[in-house]
């Protein structure tokens, strides 16, 4: 079986996010990148499926900038055996909207015949929490979303669900597109011989035009705050005077 | 000329950084506190290591490194630099690049274990009456029916303790130079446990808790030529050889803990408010903080400009001399202003600041002084115009 891991170059969580000053985004010029974290979840997830004996092959692809080649290299050192780069913007202001890379994601499904698309659940830039699903509506393929846990067994895997109330364990038919949640694994430091053969393993180059796909956005942003700054806090002398703040803020 | 890391570099950096982030960091509170690192905490952090590749990776890929360039290396180095010196060199330790040195069977014996983390080197050559002036060391090895017989004391042996071996520098005749008679001098590969061979405690010391320094003792200690690592009167050569480069790891870890203490400084500068308003704003501070960046990349550009330089093999004595004071230098300065920007908090053992400027005082002091560095460089330049 061969695993397909789409990954996505995001802002590095431990950046301090700063909002561009016309209010159109977030400003990425010179800030530190990195795999989206979920992505290296799903990375480590694919690379155990292929040290269990249960996958032969894993082909990270990324859409985006040239630039997210660095981070098909990180995969590649983690251990995935080769990488499709999917230029599809210049900018490195332009985020690809999930449908445009679901569809893009869907012709590449199409090319590799993978028996399993692991996703990240979300990319932590902009929470869409939508490219998994979008890609199993276009495939007609089923899906397990916020995995916690996935066991292959033959054609049909068991995965465990982060839902609300709970853990959810559902069996759906391969091939399958599971996007991974938090819990699923610790995912492994690319070690120092892998960075350095990571260099030799193969990096095919592709555009969006190579597979026909419109990338021109459909979502109109019409503004980017920054998060409201936390107020001071007021310390109260006693419970009864707590009580009373909280009712007279409506929040009891 | 281009400054920028190659993407492997990069990767190489930035994995290093999480290891260091993500198990040395939680550790090092309790190994400043007890000044000890327990024995199943290193086999723990030293499998870690392993898995991901970091452990002895300064050594070449033929012998289970990584075979890294010098500025990876550096890279390497100065990620591990941020940490405790006890954690990060014993259990992602660097066996030193002197036992590439020796012959097939030394290599068996002392090399690959090393590699393997199953067994530590220390370096024996400086002596309470012979420290910057080593070629006046009176400890000896004569020359006794084939066989060598070693005398006398050598001192602040780091991690001598957790050794398994010592490679220890003796002097092993003398020979008349311009200035004056200077020691002929041989290296010798001592085991633990060899009859005549004792390592006892040494001193407690103000930088890095937790990595010890011990006294090594030698009273007739018989060893047989083979203990020999290069050629006899030749141990300065097998040295300047193979351990010319460790000034620049001197360099680049001081260079990660100017890092961290710089990263702290400008956190706290932006968060701290004082007279109603953030101590960032002033310029007493600001001016601070714009000077320790400067430096600390002058200190950077002087280490990477060497290590490029040492691979393309037109390094000079004077280049890693440079970067080894600079960066000793500049470390102590901006731990000392990273405590002044933090005010009294800035003393405290809840930040790493108090240990990081503690640590800083040793760097300027081993692998050469400062003044020894600028000995080097000055004779360097005098040198070329016949001075
Ligand atoms: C914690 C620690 C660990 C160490 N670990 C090891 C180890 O593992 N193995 C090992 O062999 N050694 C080790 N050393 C020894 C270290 O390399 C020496 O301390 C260093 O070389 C300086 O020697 P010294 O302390 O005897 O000082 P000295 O050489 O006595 O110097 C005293 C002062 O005189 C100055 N001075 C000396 N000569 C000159 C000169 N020609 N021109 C101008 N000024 C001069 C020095 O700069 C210094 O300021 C360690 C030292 C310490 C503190
Ligand atoms: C060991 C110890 C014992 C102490 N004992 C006592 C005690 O017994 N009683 C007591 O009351 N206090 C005590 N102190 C507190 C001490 O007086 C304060 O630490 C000191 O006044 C500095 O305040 P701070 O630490 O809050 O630093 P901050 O005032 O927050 O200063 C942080 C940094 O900002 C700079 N800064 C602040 N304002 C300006 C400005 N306007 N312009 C330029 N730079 C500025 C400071 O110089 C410093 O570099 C003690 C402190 C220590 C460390």
């Not at chain 1, 202001?93 to 590799?112: C, N, S």
């Not at chain 1, 559902?170 to 053969?197: C, F, G, H, Q, W």
């Not at chain 2, 003398?174 to 009859?195: M, S, W």
Request: aromatic share 6%.
């Amino acid at each position: 079986m061969k695993v397909l891991v789409p990954v996505k170059r995001v802002i590095d969580y431990n950046v301090k996010v700063r909002v561009k000053a016309d209010g159109s985004g977030v400003d990425l010029a010179n800030v530190k990148m990195s795999m989206n974290p979920f992505d290296e979840i799903a990375v480590e997830e694919a690379i155990r499926l292929k040290e269990a004996g249960k996958a032969e092959e894993v082909v990270a692809v990324s859409i985006g900038v040239k630039q997210a080649q660095e981070t098909l290299r990180t995969a590649l050192a983690m251990g995935a055996d080769r990488a499709i780069l999917v230029v599809a913007a210049d900018d490195v202001h332009t985020d690809i909207e999930p449908l445009a890379v679901a569809k893009i994601l869907a012709k590449v499904v199409e090319e590799e015949q993978p028996g399993l698309v692991l996703a990240g659940k979300q990319a932590i830039d902009n929470d869409m929490n939508a490219t998994g699903q979008m890609l199993s509506a276009l495939l007609g393929w089923s899906q397990a979303t916020f995995a916690s846990d996935v066991d292959i067994e033959g054609d049909s895997a068991k995965v465990t669900r982060e839902v609300d109330g709970g853990l959810q364990t559902i069996s759906v038919k391969m091939p399958t597109i599971v996007t991974v949640d938090l819990r699923l694994n610790e995912p492994r430091y690319a070690s120092l011989p892998n960075i350095m053969k990571a260099k030799k393993k193969p990096l095919d180059e592709k555009t969006a035009a190579d597979y026909g796909v419109d990338v021109t956005p459909r979502l109109e942003i019409v503004k980017t705050d920054e998060p409201e700054a936390r107020q001071a806090g007021e310390i109260v002398p006693d419970v009864d005077t707590l009580v009373a703040k909280l009712k007279e803020k409506g929040v009891v | 000329m281009h400054f920028a890391l190659t993407e492997e570099q990069q990767m190489i950096a930035d994995t290093t950084r999480a290891f260091v982030e993500n198990e040395l960091y939680p550790h090092e509170a309790e190994i400043e506190r007890s000044g000890h690192l327990p024995m199943e905490l290193i086999r723990e952090l030293q499998a870690k290591a392993m898995a991901a590749g970091l452990y002895a990776a300064n050594m070449p890929e033929a012998v289970g490194g990584a075979g890294l360039d010098s500025l990876s290396w550096l890279l390497y180095e100065k990620e591990l630099g941020r940490a405790n010196y006890a954690l990060h060199w014993t259990c992602v330790a660097r066996p030193s690049n002197i036992l590439l040195a020796g012959t097939d069977e030394q290599k068996e014996k002392y090399l690959f274990p090393c590699i393997r983390g199953e067994t530590w080197d220390c370096l024996a050559m400086t002596e309470p009456g012979a420290g910057s002036d080593l070629r006046g060391m009176k400890a000896t090895a004569r020359f006794d029916g084939g066989d060598f017989v070693l005398n006398g004391t050598k001192h602040f042996i780091s991690h001598a303790d957790i050794a398994d071996f010592a490679i220890v520098f003796m002097a092993t005749g003398e020979e008349e130079t311009p200035r004056g008679p200077k020691k002929l001098i041989t290296a010798f590969f001592v085991d633990k446990g060899t009859p005549g061979f004792t390592v006892r405690d040494g001193y407690r010391n103000v930088s890095h808790r937790g990595y010890t320094n011990s006294v090594l003792d030698f009273d007739d200690c018989r060893l047989p030529k083979s203990a020999v690592l290069g050629e006899v009167h030749k141990g300065f050569q097998v040295a300047n050889d193979w351990l010319g480069a460790t000034r620049l790891q001197v360099a680049a870890t001081c260079l990660g803990r100017a890092d961290r203490a710089l990263s702290h400084a400008i956190a706290y500068a932006a968060e701290r408010r004082q007279f109603g308003q953030q101590i960032g704003k002033f310029q007493g501070v600001s001016f601070k903080l714009a000077d320790m960046a400067m430096e600390l990349k002058a200190a950077n550009l002087l280490t990477w400009d060497a290590a490029w330089k040492f691979d393309q093999g037109t390094v000079t004595e004077a280049d890693m001399s440079m970067a080894k004071l600079k960066a000793t230098e500049v470390l102590a300065m901006i731990a000392d202003e990273a405590i002044q920007i933090h005010g009294g908090m800035g003393l405290m053992d809840e930040l790493p600041l108090e240990r990081i400027w503690r640590d800083a005082r040793v760097e300027r002091i081993w692998e050469g002084t400062s003044e020894i560095q600028r000995h080097i460089i000055s004779r360097e330049l005098l040198r070329a115009v016949g001075g």
